[in-house]
């Protein structure tokens, strides 16, 4: 008890030193007073009286420190000591301050910076409630892109009802394309907006709550429901002008009076979490029991699992439950179509599992870096201590302890590291910053980024830790030197003893560095392979827009033979009427109409079969399907042989479809065509419809830029019913210049057409290509900063070394060395570090590459380009950085070289 | 009288403390520091300075009060007094060097072959 209450006023004493001191003072002035009268009553002159008085008290200065040691807490007014004197050796040597504060800052920033994206994306869960129950039910990745991803509204509400295991299952429509809400306010022109279709209970599935009005009910998604919408927060903010009375108003979107019934909160962004660098700036509700029970494959599951519900059961359940889906309720046959391709996995591993290898590839990185701002800041640090070696032997002589010294020592780096800290989470503030903004970079959760605790505490953690390994090496180097030796030295002894280990770190530095070279330039080779790809079709020069178009409802819904010739052919009309007038805009190359556009979505339909051969029991997936008017594939670039298709391609006339040269390779195994060529002959494409394949098109990246090619099937847009026509174009002009005159042929066909975006095709192979680029591009600003403070500690050593060895040069000089041979003296000590790094570095990076293969693409990990390249680089740098001070070293005069001490 | 004067134990300056002013009452420094040194009859060592660091540390303990006040001879003095915590501390602990004391005569009376006068 009296331990915890005289704590309590040690520490109370430590804050209110200075009116306890004054309260001391006054005591022993009063003591001294007491005594010298009680002489002076006993006959003493009180002169004498005072000095006897004085020398029974003892020393003054001593009492007092007694009483502080007693009073308060002595380590920390100790470290109070050592925290001032330390910033007042620092600031007295503003250079090296600065140069230790930017290089500590540099690291710790970069690293609080990778940090926070993994803890975004792989550490933190999802920002859900309980997000670790929540699971992504899908099949297993196969070729034929959403339509084998997706399930139709009857397996939804069969796996629903069937599974326990679930608290309640949701999903989304997920062939939304971008653009397709043509919302009307006022009077103005359509804007484009993005929305998704969700089922009615998404937003209670995920709990998400509104920051304004409501969220869907289950009666949105019924039939008749009136129309409504949710806003995005973004959304909400730019179109709306944040108005709080939004929630109640109307606007016509796509022609239908749509009421605004709520606005999402902030940190809901739909894109983040499920199509990464996407932007969805509203969510309607899917009606199940309307025409979507017939799309076929449409929805992406999500569950949320009961509490205590493990991962296992629930995948346990899903292929006890798969069986008895359908594809179709009213067709039996396609009962038992998911068996096996119902596979919940934890959502937050759908969403960033497949960057976990890329991300720690990222935090090996900047450990690297921090690892290397050590190096540096040991190098630092010790030719400052050798500097100071004499300041510490006095102070030793005058009585400190070694462990004082290390401590003061210690202090310093900690306060050199603080900071580094605090330059560096202000760096990484910026950088998380400037990524969170990045809503075009394809990788999820980039909105949420943010400096958390965790990063503060990551922070701390990586600060106090760099303090330890940069601020023990010189420390116990001091304390363990020899007082009197020091004194006594003139520095050279002890300089070179010294030097051989900031070698060795200098050393340990160029490996590191040439560790990160050779990782990012193999990123880079592999960038630069996958920029080669030849994608199927030529980005460059091409161009596209969605085009809106209505159907006209005298035609009927085309569920009879009659309305569908009727629409395919009004449709057929407008598009080569609307063809005709672009291509002849000057500069047009090509146009055409697709329904998709490559690397955006994709469905697929079944598969076409060799007419007259049979099939065998089980078939891969289908080809994708794309429904294409006349022209179409030269204005994206795609080569065909055979033909394309022609207007007269229409209902009525013989089928005619363009598959792609892998399907075509795949038939032609089963029909033996001569010489494997699939153009002219005949499919059954399903309900004894013939198909003559008029052309076989060259491969195209559909899904992404590098990953494995499938198959595709174009359609004749008058034979099939397209999606969203968007119009491609080709041109010789640039995208921008083509966009004003593209546009008011739209506008003048059809007034409501919504002021879409003219994109240039390229935009998409970049958006696809976003992450690698980014990883990429970050692995090499790495990598440059890991070079730049290689060359920095190579060339602090090797000027330090030429000052310390001025007089000997200098001897050298007057004994008649040239300047060249100074110079190539002080170079081959240079290279003689950079080879040694340079070999360790290349050792330890041929072992270490395997670590990179995931994400490398047409690369070997031990590349022969990369890896002589970065030699040639890493001597390059050492050159440069070790000529400075040789020349500077070679300029010397020698008589003043001879003088210097 | 010994040549040398005695030196103080660890923890002993804060027992003789305590005692003093559990016999003399309210007491300033000095007065404790002088009372110390007329009973030991100047056989203990006293730096006089040192006392108020027993002093700080036995007031934060709580086993002794101060309040400043004035003297016999109109000085102005802090005033220390014992508390009832530190009255107890006090038997306890006289109660401690009573054995301690004994022990040790007992020990230093040991003759060789350890037959005990």
């Known amino acids: ?509 160029v490996a590191l560095a040439c560790m990160l070279l050779v990782g990012s330039g193999l990123l880079l080779r592999s960038f630069l392979h996958v920029l080669q790809i030849d994608l199927g079709f030529r980005p460059e020069h091409a161009a596209a827009v969605t085009v809106d178009y209505e159907d006209n409802p005298a035609d009927g819904n085309g569920s009879t033979d009659d309305s569908a010739r009727k629409i395919l052919n009004r449709r057929g009309l407008y598009f080569r009427q609307l063809q005709e007038r672009v291509s002849a805009l000057p500069g047009v190359v090509a146009v055409g109409t697709t329904d998709y556009l490559p690397l955006t979505g994709n469905r697929a339909w079944g598969m076409p079969w060799p007419k007259g051969v049979k099939r065998p029991d089980k078939t891969p997936d289908g080809p994708l399907v794309y429904v294409i008017t006349p022209g179409y594939l030269r204005a994206i670039g795609t080569r065909v042989r055979g033909r394309d298709f022609t207007w007269d391609d229409r209902m009525g006339t013989q089928g005619v479809v363009i598959i792609n040269e892998s399907y075509a390779k795949y038939l032609a195994k089963y029909a033996h065509w001569p010489n494997d060529d699939a153009v002219g002959k005949v499919l059954d494409g399903g309900g004894g419809q013939d198909l003559v394949v008029a052309g076989v098109a060259e491969d195209v990246h559909a899904e992404s830029v590098d990953g494995e090619n499938g198959w595709q099937i174009y359609w004749a847009a008058m034979q099939a019913f397209a999606g969203t026509p968007q119009l491609t174009v080709r041109s010789t002009l640039p995208a921008g210049q083509m966009a004003g005159s593209v546009m008011a042929i739209l506008r003048e066909m059809n007034p409501k057409q919504t002021a879409a975006e003219f994109k240039p095709i390229q935009k998409l192979v970049d958006h696809s290509l976003s992450p690698r680029r980014f990883f990429m591009f970050l692995v090499a600003a790495f990598a440059g900063l890991g070079l730049l403070l290689a060359a920095l500690g190579i060339y602090g050593l090797i000027s330090y070394s030429v000052t310390r060895q001025t007089q000997e040069i200098g001897i050298r000089m007057a004994l008649g060395a040239t300047a060249g041979r100074v110079q190539r003296y002080v170079m081959s000590g240079t290279m003689r570090l950079a080879v040694w790094g340079i070999v360790l570095g290349t050792v330890a990076s041929v072992a270490a590459a395997k670590i990179v293969t995931s994400m490398l693409y047409d690369t070997s990990p031990w590349d022969a380009v990369t890896y002589s390249s970065v030699v040639f680089v890493l001597f390059a740098v050492a050159a440069v950085a070790g000529f400075i001070p040789a020349f500077r070293a070679s300029r010397l005069d020698a008589m003043v070289a001879l003088r210097t001490e | 009288m010994s040549p040398e004067k005695l030196d103080l134990l660890q923890g002993t300056l804060d027992l003789m403390v305590l005692q003093t002013l559990a016999v003399m009452g309210s007491m300033h420094g000095y007065g404790i520091a002088r009372r110390i040194e007329q009973v030991s009859a100047d056989e203990v060592l006293l730096n006089q300075g040192t006392i108020y660091a027993s002093l700080v540390r036995l007031e934060q303990r709580g086993w002794i009060g101060s309040e400043w006040g004035v003297s016999g001879n109109n000085r102005k003095a802090k005033f220390y007094s014992i508390t009832a915590a530190g009255r107890k501390k006090l038997a306890e602990d006289a109660e401690y060097w009573g054995r301690l004391t004994g022990v040790m005569d007992r020990m230093l009376r040991m003759k060789t072959g350890g037959e005990t006068a």
């Open chain 1, 1 to 509: 008890m009296s331990g915890a209450r005289r704590g309590f006023w040690r520490f109370v004493a430590f804050w209110r030193a200075r009116a306890l001191d004054a309260e001391l003072n006054e005591e022993m002035q009063a003591h001294i007073q007491l005594a010298t009268d009680e002489l002076v009553e006993r006959g003493v002159s009180p002169g004498e009286a005072r000095r006897r008085a004085l020398v029974m008290f003892g020393g003054m200065e001593q009492a007092r420190n007694r009483h502080r040691e007693a009073r308060g807490l002595m380590n920390l007014e100790i470290l109070m000591q050592d925290v001032k004197y330390t910033l007042r050796t620092l600031w007295r040597d503003p250079g090296f301050t600065i140069v230790a504060v930017l290089i500590l800052g540099l690291g710790i920033g970069v690293n609080v910076a990778v940090f926070s994206v993994v803890n975004t994306l792989m550490l933190r869960p999802l920002p859900f409630a309980q997000a670790q129950e929540l699971v992504w039910i899908a099949p297993p990745p196969a070729k034929c892109g959403l339509s084998c991803a997706t399930y139709s509204t009857d397996a939804y509400d069969e796996f629903r009802v069937g599974s326990r295991a679930y608290q309640d299952v949701t999903g989304y429509f997920a062939f939304s394309s971008p653009g397709n809400l043509k919302v009307r306010i006022g009077n103005g022109v359509p804007v484009p907006a993005t929305g998704i279709d969700v089922i009615a209970n998404f937003f209670d599935v995920l709990e998400v709550r509104p920051a304004m009005g409501r969220l869907f009910r289950a009666e949105d998604g019924r039939n008749g429901a009136s129309p409504v919408i949710v806003l995005s927060d973004a959304w909400w903010r730019t179109q709306f002008g944040a108005d709080p009375n939004i929630v109640g108003k109307a606007f016509d979107i796509g022609g239908q009076q749509t009421t605004v019934i709520g606005v999402l909160p902030k940190d809901f962004d739909f894109g983040a979490v499920f199509s990464p660098g996407a932007k969805v700036d509203a969510i309607t509700p899917l009606n199940l029991y309307g025409p979507p029970r017939n799309w076929g494959n449409i929805i992406t599951m999500i569950g949320r699992l009961k509490p205590g519900v493990t991962l296992g059961q629930a995948v346990g359940e899903a292929a006890r439950v798969a069986p008895s889906m359908c594809w179709n309720n009213n067709r039996p046959n396609t009962c038992g179509d998911y068996k096996g391709a119902v596979v919940p996995v934890p959502l937050k591993q759908w969403v960033s599992g497949r960057l976990r290898n890329a991300l720690r590839i990222l935090w090996g990185a900047v450990g690297m870096i921090m690892l290397i701002a050590c190096v540096n800041l040991s190098n630092l640090m010790l030719a400052r201590a050798a500097s100071r070696s004499k300041e510490f032997a006095m102070r030793g002589a005058l009585g400190a302890s070694r462990g004082r010294i290390v401590r003061q020592l210690l202090t310093e780096s900690v306060m050199l590291a603080t900071g580094g800290a605090l330059v560096g989470l202000t760096l990484a503030s910026l950088m998380v910053g400037w990524l969170s903004h990045q809503g075009s970079i394809a990788l999820p959760l980039f909105n949420t980024l943010r400096i958390d605790g965790a990063a503060l505490g990551w922070t701390v953690l990586i600060a106090l830790g760099a303090a330890l390994l940069f601020g023990i090496v010189p420390g116990l180097r001091m304390a363990g030197g020899n007082l009197h030796e020091t004194l006594k030295a003139t520095g050279s002894g002890q300089g070179r003893r010294q030097e051989r280990l900031r070698s060795v770190l200098v050393v340990s530095e």
